[in-house]
């Protein structure tokens, strides 16, 4: 029995704790975030084209949060920025639901909010595939 055991315990880590999300909804479930964000290539080309209120958003996935150079984060991004951390699809998910929480629990400072109020209760898996696909 025991010769069992690493095999399935090695499967359970690595079957993915996150469901993916499907980029052609999260296009259009972007729309919503146009206002204040943009998408742009490391080539300078626009994916979307939208505000500047919040950080540009192309190539997001695998960057170190609050690194886009010349933008004003807020005191709660810069202390989660301080852990190194970088942005995947399923914190970008986590994220979009409830900012201010997630900077709280990432952060431990409920006294820090997120300058985005805008919330995605549903779909935040989505944007975060289309965000991972849109500078490809």
């Not at 939208?50 to 695998?62: R, T």
Request: contains cysteine.
């Amino acid at each position: 029995m025991l010769k069992y055991a690493l095999p399935i315990a090695l499967a359970a880590f690595a079957v993915p704790s996150f469901a993916a999300g499907d980029a052609a909804k999260g296009q259009t479930e972007f729309n919503k975030c146009r206002s204040c964000h943009t998408i742009t290539k490391a080539d300078g080309t626009v994916v979307v084209k939208g505000g500047k209120v919040g950080p540009d958003l192309g190539g997001v996935v695998g960057r170190k949060i609050g690194s886009v150079e010349g933008f004003a984060y807020s005191d709660a991004v810069k202390k989660v920025a301080e852990t190194g951390a970088v942005w995947d699809e399923a914190e970008i998910a986590a994220y979009v639901q409830d900012p201010s929480k997630w900077l709280d629990d990432k952060g431990g400072d409920p006294s820090l909010k997120s300058k985005m109020t805008f919330k995605l209760p549903k779909g935040g898996e989505d944007v975060a595939a289309f965000l991972a696909s849109a500078v490809k």
